[in-house]
């Protein structure tokens, strides 16, 4: 046989030349993805290293200090320092003085012989220190259960009578000896509170309930 040496092809040539850029084209893409996989983790660890930024707590508002407790103030014995119908006693500074009978009282509130409410003796003595003031007026009173009132009421509220001026009343009652001063002895009480009165009087003078004898 004569000697006979095949000859390449120009397509396996082709082929041959191609493999070496296709390898060098995929590793170049492989670096690629390693490098951005490589920063995103440095970034993460970068954030996570950074301390997260906490809000400072608000400060609290000053509290005003506690007031301290208060003590109840102990309910004072019925007192009457002197009968009523004439002049005004020497006013002191607890006295209350009653409008009507200008009975002055201590630690009370209501009149113990018309049921009226008290006053601070300063009402009471307006007219005699200043001509031009008003003195408080005596007011109206019931002739059925001898309770006052101020002016300005035609009948009473807790019967039903007609009122009359104090200086009417006064003048038309019955006299009764020693009925306008204590009788010294502890005989009422008030079905409201329990508190004892004297046999004279006839209204409590911390609710103006009227008082029964004590049996």
């Known amino acids: 046989m004569s000697g006979f040496t095949p000859s390449t092809s120009p397509s396996a040539a082709l082929g041959a030349a191609a493999d070496p850029l296709l390898i060098a084209v995929v590793g170049l893409l492989s670096l690629v993805i390693v490098g951005l996989a490589a920063m995103a983790l440095v970034l993460r660890r970068r954030s996570k290293q950074q301390p997260a930024a906490t809000p400072e707590p608000p400060v609290p508002a000053a509290t005003p200090p506690a007031a301290p407790p208060s003590t ?116 009422r009480i008030c079905p409201v509170c329990a508190t004892k009165y004297d046999l004279n009087a006839r209204f409590c003078g911390h609710d103006a309930g009227e008082l029964v004898v004590i049996n």
Request: net charge positive.
């Open 72 to 187: 109840p103030r102990p309910r004072a014995r019925p007192a009457m320092v002197r009968g009523g119908g004439g002049g005004l006693a020497v006013a002191t500074s607890s006295a209350m003085v009653c409008p009507t009978c200008r009975t002055e009282y201590h630690g009370l509130t209501y009149c113990t012989r018309d049921a009226r409410r008290l006053v601070p003796p300063e009402e009471m003595l307006g007219a005699a220190t200043n001509p031009r003031a008003v003195g408080r007026s005596a007011g109206l009173v019931c002739m059925a259960c001898r309770r006052a009132y101020e002016p300005g009421l035609r009948s009473c509220p807790h019967d039903g009578n007609e009122l009359v001026p104090f200086p009417v009343y006064n003048a038309t009652r019955p006299r009764k000896r020693g009925a306008t001063e204590p009788a010294g002895v502890i005989a």
